[in-house]
């Protein structure tokens, strides 16, 4: 794939060939664990779904929960992102579409995370599960033995509204929708939330819009606040914790194989994912947090129509 280099790719070969996917700490305790399944999407490109996916997932791990990362992209880029060589990793998504591996054979244990790493031979796939009957369940039906193995899965969807987006929003409980804020965003959105209502009807009935991530968020533009306030107004969407705030170091991150939240960095955009995570779990967020984000009450209110957009 394309970009620079990994310094230097990680083993992937500790495997659960047993089957026995990992079960998180205090997994043992809990009478009965049924993973959250979250699905990252957009269909608009490079608006922060596969960074949104890794941080949220480490900042849920240091809260404690057992994670699991599907890469369900054949760019790969969440695998690679961890440091794996997508065209290294064996058995991939692509083999369990054509029946070579389940996909607990395919869970890579990263120091972070579970991923189940994906390459560009899901391309190959997506046309293999064309012709297939009932090729919008396969990620389900490979998730329901895992569902007891972890707190939360996180599905990091491709940039298109096909047929591995659908798996994606088939198999989750709630899909959350990354948005860069900018004036063209609001058309990925109502085209995301039309195919939302399409799998509602077709095949996922529970399937729950948790609401948008604003990402690579520059506040000082009167602008990307207004759109940011018309996202929220128009499709009635809530918004996830603060608004993620741009910075270098986001992508800078994959090439060193951990996320930005895993590095243990303190940017404003790492307390924004840290906040997020704790929100979607239903733990409280407090003010230290929001404002080490770098967002505040008044910029809140602000997006929320409460009060006037005014020039920074
Ligand atoms: N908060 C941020 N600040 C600055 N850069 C960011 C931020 N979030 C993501 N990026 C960068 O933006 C680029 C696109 O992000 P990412 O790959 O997460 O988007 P995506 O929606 O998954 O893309 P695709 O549609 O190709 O799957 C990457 O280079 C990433 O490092
Ligand atoms: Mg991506």
Known sequence: MDGPPSPGWADPARRYADGDARRGPGAAERAEVTATVFAVANQKGGVGKTTSALNIAAAMTELGCAVLVVDLDPQGCLTFSLGYDPDAVSPSLNDIVVGR??????????????????????????????????????????????????????????????????????????????????????????????????????????????????????????????????????????????????????????????SLVGAGTGVPGAAAYRAIARELLGLPVDEDLLAAAGWSREQRDEILGLVEIVDE
């Open 101 to 258: 591996a389940t996909l607990v054979e395919t869970i890579v244990q990263h120091g972070e995370i579970d991923v189940a790493p994906a390459n560009i031979d899901l391309a190959g796939a997506e046309v293999t599960l064309l012709s297939r009957t009932g090729r919008e369940y396969l990620l389900r039906g490979e998730l329901v033995e895992l569902l007891d193995s972890y707190d939360v899965i996180i599905v990091d969807c491709p940039p298109s509204l096909g047929v591995l987006t659908i798996n994606g929003l088939t198999a989750a409980d709630q899909v959350l929708v990354p948005v860069q804020c900018e004036t063209l965003s609001h058309r990925g959105v109502s085209q995301l939330l039309e195919t939302v209502g399409d799998v509602r009807r077709l095949t996922n009935r529970n399937l729950e819009v948790r609401g948008l991530v604003a990402t690579m968020f520059d506040p000082r533009p009167r602008h990307t606040r207004e759109v940011l306030r018309d996202l929220v107004a128009r499709y009635e969407l809530p918004l996830v914790g603060p608004p993620v705030r741009k910075s270098i170091r986001f992508a800078e991150s994959p090439t060193a194989g951990v």
